[in-house]
């Protein structure tokens, strides 16, 4: 399942590779690609970029046939220094440009404007394909977007079934950007839920399997599930073959919305 949109072209079903480190990244990264995985989400605050570009390498695929995100973290809050980390990511990926290029949080200390005019110098210079933010909430979004200053494609967030996220879903389908779900199992909390495991016995799927599904299917939207093992890869791959119906996908709007699994000290008001 392929998202398109103006800015970019993204398999929609992605892994997530936070917090696997060195080999145990690679070997994870390199059995995701032999499963068929073409969207790998790193960061630089995860400290597996090596091992994920020593993984695409290893694969031995095209890289036109892989999407690759990586996040600068938030103590870069101005243009200069988002420049250096970002060129620094590409040199431990072993890449010339990423796919996206992802703030990965916002920093009180963010100079907004500044940091989107050195991201939308990376993109004419084709270091990154596509760009977007990560861990804004909706006003912050609107401002990022009012400002116009780099075209963002992508916002990527915690969303799952026990997460309401529909200001910014209706904000990013507005803009016409991609949703990415982070943590979409609710860090296998959503997979195991009741209700979730219900409508998964019923398809003769998994948990997991469902929870993916009902985000893919809002359409627009992309989730990157970490899983360390093929068995488990393989098993959230399934995902994209799964298709709810419409009371499933009711049920699951009917979960009480209200888990956050990533709400660190440096978070932002969600709210704002
Ligand atoms: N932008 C951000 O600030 C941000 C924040 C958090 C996460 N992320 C990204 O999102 C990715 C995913 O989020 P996450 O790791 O927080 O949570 P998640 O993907 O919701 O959950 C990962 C957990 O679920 C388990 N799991 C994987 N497949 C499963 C399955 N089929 N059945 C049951 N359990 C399963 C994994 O275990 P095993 O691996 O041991 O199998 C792991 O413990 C991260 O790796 C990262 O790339 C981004």
């Known amino acids: 399942m392929i998202l398109r949109t103006e800015q970019l072209v993204m398999p929609a079903l992605g892994l997530g590779t936070w917090p696997m480190q060195g080999a145990a990244c690679q070997a994870a990264v390199e059995s995701a690609l032999a499963l068929g995985y073409r969207h790998i989400d790193t960061a630089e605050m995860y400290g597996n970029e090596a091992a994920?570009?020593?993984?695409?390498?290893?694969?031995?695929?095209?890289?036109?046939?892989?999407?690759?995100?990586?996040?600068?973290?938030?103590?870069?809050?101005?243009?200069p220094r988002f420049r250096a980390a970002a060129m620094a990511s590409l040199e431990r990926l072993g890449l010339a440009a990423v796919d996206l290029l992802l703030i990965h949080w916002p920093s009180p200390a963010l100079d907004l404007p500044s940091v989107l005019e050195a991201m939308a110098r990376l993109r004419e210079e084709g270091r990154a394909k596509a760009l977007g933010v990560s861990n804004f909430p909706p006003g912050l979004l609107r401002r990022a977007l009012d400002l116009a200053i780099a075209p963002l494609a992508c916002l990527q967030v915690e969303h799952h079934a026990l997460l309401d996220q529909s200001r910014l879903l209706a904000l990013t389908e507005a803009a016409g950007m991609?949703?990415?779900?982070?943590?979409?199992?609710?860090?296998?909390?959503?997979?195991a839920h009741p209700a979730v495991r219900a409508i998964a016995a019923r398809h003769g799927a998994t948990g997991a399997q469902v929870a993916l599904a009902y985000l893919l299917g809002k359409g627009r939207v992309a989730a990157v599930p970490k899983a360390a093992?093929?068995?488990?890869?393989?098993?959230?791959?399934?995902?994209?073959a799964l298709r709810l119906a419409p009371e499933d996908v009711a049920a699951l709007d009917a979960l009480p919305k209200d888990r956050r699994f990533v709400n660190p000290s440096f978070a932002p008001d969600w709210a704002a």
């Open 52 to 79: 994920v570009g020593a993984a695409l390498r290893a694969s031995g695929l095209p890289r036109e046939a892989l999407f690759v995100t990586t996040k600068l973290w938030w103590d870069k809050p101005d243009g």
């Open 229 to 240: 093992s093929a068995a488990r890869q393989a098993e959230n791959l399934g995902a994209l």
């Open 178 to 191: 991609v949703l990415t779900s982070y943590t979409p199992l609710g860090k296998g909390e959503v997979a």
